[in-house]
């Protein structure tokens, strides 16, 4: 079956560093993945989208890399700031595994935890 | 900037009653989803309509899960009888149907207590 992890519950740096924070999925070849990120009592927002033939994509302080071959996704918060503190989810787009278009499985989140 | 919207916030129900949630979503997105979201995990996908017709409900509980989409536009949710279980965030997102993206845009939702 499908298999999604995200590498840690939570991840605690300083400001000023560099988050990084990891997706691995198993059984998949997802067309795309896709990164959100969720403050407590809300609902998810959208950050990035990378496709399966994309090794990177950016968006001013961020960066999310998709390795197809480690099944593996990297997303990249530079020069963290106490606000980007949040819960981030990985998702991933599964028609090719019975799913319709549009469809996502979602990992269960990273807390990240900017101190100043 | 258009937004998913959803209602109410909370909702605060006994075991064995009926609860009803409303999801209105950003104009022109064709494609609106339910997802359950349990303290700690990812949200889960309920049902998924294109338009006014569900496209994949494969994990909704169809003996107390109900949603309905009727003019394409907003959707309601429904559990009868509520079950303690059932204590959880529901999500309401849309998407356009168009191009190659389908990064879904989330309401608030509404965080459920069964009591």
């Known amino acids: 079956s499908q298999k999604i992890e995200q590498n840690s519950e939570a991840l605690n740096i300083q400001e000023g560093k560099t988050a990084t924070l990891t997706c691995n999925y198993t059984?998949?070849?997802?067309?795309?993945l896709q990164w959100y990120r969720q403050d407590p009592g809300r609902g998810p927002v959208f950050l990035l989208l990378i496709r399966e033939n994309e090794k990177e994509k950016r968006k001013e302080r961020l960066k999310v890399t998709f390795d197809t071959t480690l099944k593996q996704s990297l997303f990249h918060i530079t020069a963290s700031q106490p606000a980007d503190s949040a819960t981030y989810l990985c998702a991933l787009d599964i028609r090719n595994y019975g799913g319709s278009q549009g469809n996502l499985i979602f990992g269960k989140g990273t807390k990240l935890s900017v101190k100043p | 900037e258009a937004e998913v919207a959803q209602s109410p916030r909370y909702k605060i129900t006994e075991k064995s009653q009926a609860v009803a949630f409303w999801c209105d979503p950003i104009s022109g997105h064709a494609t609106l989803y339910w997802y359950r979201q349990i303290l700690g995990q990812g949200p889960e996908l309920l049902v998924q309509f294109q338009d006014e017709s569900v496209v994949d409900d494969s994990q909704l509980p169809k003996d107390r899960f109900s949603a309905e989409r009727l003019k394409g536009v907003d959707s309601t949710l429904k559990i009868q009888p509520a079950e303690l279980g059932d204590s959880a965030m529901y999500l309401c997102?849309?998407?356009?149907?168009?191009?190659?993206?389908?990064?879904?845009?989330f309401g608030p939702g509404t965080r459920l207590t069964v009591t």
């Open positions: 059984n998949y070849s997802p067309a795309y």
């Open positions: 997102a849309s998407s356009l149907s168009s191009g190659q993206t389908y990064e879904q845009y």
